[in-house]
Nanobody, 116 residues
């Protein structure tokens, strides 16, 4: 079974930083795109950032200039560096990986709380 293991979430003060990691394991896969989503209380899940295998990136305007998505293809791992965090960034963050086939996979989610 393919598994996406997320780490790096937690509690941080406004203006602080966190770095999330998402490691894909359990199968030999060639990952197409990897993405980070988030879901705040009472809100719909939204796309935060996406990165292609070649390294092209896109971000929601809400995080542009503050967050950076990156990946290490040899490790099948994606990262989300989050700087200048705001209370409105508080959410459960989910990693998603797409293969070149029909399969895609979600991580279990990790809580990010930005509060003083």
């Amino acid at each position: 079974q393919v598994q996406l293991v997320e780490s790096g979430g937690g509690l941080v003060q406004p203006g602080g930083s966190l770095r999330l990691s998402c490691a894909v394991s359990g199968s030999i896969l060639r990952i197409n795109t990897m993405a980070w989503y988030r879901q705040a209380p009472g809100k719909q899940r939204e796309l935060v950032a996406v990165i292609t295998r070649g390294g092209n990136t896109n971000y929601t305007d809400l995080v542009k200039g503050r967050f950076t998505i990156s990946r290490d293809n040899a490790k099948n791992t994606a990262y989300l560096q989050m700087n200048s965090l705001k209370p409105e960034d508080t959410a459960v963050y989910y990693c998603k990986a797409d293969t070149y086939g029909p399969s895609f996979y979600w991580g279990q989610g990790t809580q990010v709380t930005v509060s003083s």
